[in-house]
């Protein structure tokens, strides 16, 4: 546990002593109990509550000693609590995927000794600690439906809203973007002529899991959609992961090819295996 620990919070934001053997420095756990909430919630790691000096918001005191109000030394953990939950909502998670961190996965990939698991979680941890360093390569995760690629993305963005507090997105491929898109151009939509501000927000979201990319049925309009997006995220250096039924080869007749010489750059692709029952046993 302390390598994987180690690996995926070696760029994370540090808010408390690195020598906490039970936050490791990052000032907050997660409790898959806590809030009373069935997706769990953050809280201050016992290193920074027994340090508490004020509880409520603005969480600064008045230091005698200093005769000044000063900042109570829980408050960046209490503040990075409030995103991570802010940036989890804005996510659009699904919430069977909400609460879903590595860790768990891979103790449990590895007292089953359970090879394709372990390295398919070995290249999500990859992609999280490159985001990190600021280099981040994607991922192409493609396998049989039920496989675990949906659950595996989802980790991923929880991790990065963890360990980094940068927005992220998960967007279903058919309802997020191309009706979604497509519903632009219909005068009675209220989303009417705002199809220019949703590719940019696809664009420029720092994260995106672009969910169920299929090669079938694509029209022409929705495949150079699809590539616009692609293309731009390449340019701004984004962190893309997609989830596909079909391997990245596979695309290669959409779009003159231009999709999967974009993704083979952007992406690391990675293949799973039915059923999904191991990840989701392992949480
Ligand atoms: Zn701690």
Known sequence: MSTVAD????????????????CRGLGLVFDPQGGGRKTGDFELCKCLASRVKAPEPPYEYYDETRNCIVPC???PARHAIERIRRL??????PPRYMGNYLG???D?????GDESTLMALDNAM????????GDAYGLFLHGPPGSGKTHLACMVLNEIIRLYRKPALFAKVHRDVLSKVKSTFNTNSELYGEGRRI???LAEI???VIDDLGVKAMTGFESQLIYDIIDSRYDYNRLTIITSNDPMDSFKEIAQGRVTSRLREMCREVFLDSPDHRLTHAL
């Open 7 to 22: 690996r995926l919070e070696m760029y994370a934001i540090k808010l408390s002593d690195p020598a906490c053997p039970t």
């Open 73 to 75: 030394p829980a408050k």
């Open 88 to 93: 989890t909502e804005a996510a659009r998670i």
């Open 104 to 106: 768990p996965a891979m």
């Open 108 to 112: 449990q990939a590895e007292q089953k």
């Open 126 to 133: 990859g992609t999280i600690s490159s985001f990190g360093k």
């Open 199 to 201: 590719e940019e927000e």
């Open 206 to 208: 720092p994260v995106l």
